[in-house]
C-alpha cells in the first residue's frame, strides 16, 4: 500500500474543520447528489470572489468525488493586498468538512495558486493535491482534468502583462458588485457584467474559443476522450475534432459548475439561475440549519 504523505499543518487544519463556520452550515431537504463535482477559480481573497453564492451552492450540493481545478486562492492578489472575510474561512471549513466525511478530494493548483504546487503529491487535511488527474466517468470516458493556465500564451511568455490585465480584471470585477447591489436593491437576479462584456468584444470571444481548441488539441494527443479545465473564467462544452471539451467556469463573474451524474451524464451548472429557480418556487420549504 501506498504511502500517504501528509503536511506538517495537518492537525491544524483538523481542528479547523472541528470548529464552527461563521454562516452555518444549511440545507433544504435532500442535498442534490452528483457523482462527481468540478469547481475552479474561485479567486479566495478577493473582493471579487462570490462567496455568498458559492456557500450556498455548497450547502445544496453533494459529490462521491470533487476536483478544485486551479485559482482556488488568489496568491497574486494577496502578495498586494491582503483581504479575507469570515465567509472565505466558511468556504474553506466546506471544503475540508467533504474531505472528513469521505468526498475525495483533488486539488489542481492554477497561476494564481501556484504556491501549492510545490506540495504536489501530497495530501493536507485529507485533499490531494495533484498537478492534473485523469477521471473516468461513469459511462467510461477518461477526461484530462488540468488547470489550463499551461497554454495560456500570455500567462506563459508576458506574465507582467497578466499581472497587468488581472488589475483591469479587478476594475471590472468592482464595477460588477456596483451593478449588482443595484439589481439587488430591485429584486433583480444576479448578472455578470463581464461575462456579457466578453461575449460581446470580439478579441475576448476568439482568445476563447483558440484557448478551447488548444486544450483539445493537446487533450487529444494524449490519447484521451476529453478534458476540463477552468482558467478562462467560462463555462461551456464543445466537441472538438473528436475531444469532448468542458469548462467548469468560476465563482466570481459566471458562478458555475461542472457536475456528473450517476450515469456519466455531463452538466453545466449556473447556479444563480437555480437559485432564481428555487425562490421561484413556492413548493421549496425555507432553510433550515443542517444537523
Given at each position: 500500500?501506498?504511502?500517504?504523505t501528509?503536511?506538517?499543518f495537518?492537525g ?7 470548529s464552527?463556520?461563521a ?7 435532500e442535498r ?10 474561485i479567486?479566495l481573497g ?15 450540493v ?12 488568489d496568491g497574486w ?6 483581504y479575507?472575510p ?6 474553506v471549513?466546506?471544503?475540508l468538512?467533504r474531505?472528513k466525511?469521505g468526498?475525495?478530494?483533488i486539488?489542481i493548483?492554477?497561476n ?16 490531494e493535491?495533484?498537478r ?8 467510461g ?10 497554454f495560456?500564451?500570455?500567462?506563459l ?22 451593478v449588482n ?7 433583480m437576479?444576479?448578472w ?13 470571444v476568439e482568445?476563447?474559443?483558440n484557448?478551447?481548441e488548444?486544450v ?11 478534458v ?9 462544452y464543445r ?13 466570481v463573474?459566471?458562478c ?6 450517476f ?8 447556479w ?11 413548493a421549496?420549504p425555507?432553510?433550515?440549519a443542517?444537523?
Open positions: 500500500m501506498a504511502t500517504i501528509r503536511l506538517p495537518d491544524e487544519l483538523a481542528d479547523f474543520v472541528t464552527q463556520p454562516v452555518p452550515e444549511r440545507t433544504v431537504g442534490n447528489q452528483y457523482r462527481t463535482i468540478w469547481i475552479s477559480d479567486h478577493t473582493r471579487g470572489c462570490n462567496a455568498g453564492m458559492l456557500i450556498d451552492f455548497l450547502d445544496h453533494d459529490s462521491e468525488t470533487m476536483y478544485l481545478v486551479g485559482d482556488i486562492i492578489k494577496m502578495r498586494r493586498k491582503f479575507w469570515e465567509a472565505h474561512n466558511d468556504i471549513w466546506r471544503l468538512k474531505a466525511r468526498t475525495r478530494m486539488y493548483p492554477g494564481h495558486d501556484e504556491m501549492f504546487r510545490q506540495f504536489t503529491g501530497l495530501h493536507f487535511g485529507g485533499v493535491i495533484v492534473r488527474a485523469i477521471h473516468e466517468t461513469a459511462d470516458r477518461r477526461l484530462l482534468v488540468l488547470h489550463g493556465d499551461e495560456d500564451a500570455i500567462t511568455s508576458h506574465k507582467w502583462l497578466a499581472h497587468l490585465g488581472d488589475v483591469a480584471y479587478e476594475g471590472m470585477m468592482t464595477l460588477n458588485r456596483w447591489a443595484w439589481r439587488r436593491t430591485f429584486n437576479p444576479y455578470s457584467l463581464s461575462k456579457h462584456a466578453k461575449a460581446k468584444v470580439k478579441n475576448a482568445f476563447i474559443s484557448f478551447e488548444i483539445a488539441k493537446a487533450a487529444g494527443a494524449r490519447g484521451v476522450d476529453g476540463i479545465a477552468g482558467h478562462i473564467h467560462t463555462a461551456d466537441r472538438i475534432d473528436g475531444i469532448d471539451y468542458y469548462n467548469d467556469g468560476d465563482w463573474e459566471g458555475t459548475a461542472l457536475v456528473e451524474h450515469d456519466g451524464r455531463m452538466e453545466i451548472l449556473h444563480a439561475d437555480e437559485m432564481a429557480k428555487r425562490d421561484a418556487d413556492p421549496v425555507a432553510d433550515r443542517a444537523a
